[in-house]
């Protein structure tokens, strides 16, 4: 025997709730943070990497008589007769390998300089001594004059 319930009303309507879920989403600040950091890292990304491909990598190749890493290459022909070969461009992996540590290197120089910034100073004054100090120094001082 089933008996016919309505339906519970006080589900909000599906397209609200979805509404609403996503704003308190995007309304985090978390999650605009996250956004401005993925934004600022791709820049921050771009511009390394111009400097490696645009800077750092001529001067290596200059300082390695002209040499191009980024052409560097193996071929290895197929064993099985066909005229395709297979290329391991393994200069393109040095390059973006120099790419990686100068980006890590990059951050970790930005990271290092705002900890240091937001460092407390330490202070230059020294402590003032306790009483208890105070009058073991006049005791130590007494003694001294009494020899």
Known sequence: MTQNTPKSTNKP?????????????IDRGNVLDLAVGVAV????TTIV???VNDIIM????????????????????NLFGDETAAVITYGNFIQNTVNFL??????????????????????????????????????????KKQK
């Open 13 to 25: 309507k599906r397209g609200s709730s979805f509404a609403k879920e996503f704003k308190e989403f």
């Open 41 to 44: 890292g791709g820049s921050f």
């Open 58 to 77: 001529p001067l290596a190749s200059l300082l390695a008589g002209g040499f191009d890493f980024t052409k560097l290459s193996l071929t290895i022909p």
């Open 49 to 51: 990497t111009s400097l």
């Open 102 to 143: 100068l980006v890590a290197l990059c951050v970790f120089l930005l990271v290092r300089t705002i900890n240091r910034i937001r460092r407390p100073k330490p202070t230059t004054t020294k402590p003032k001594p306790n009483e208890q100090t105070l009058l073991l120094r006049e005791i130590r001082d007494t003694l």
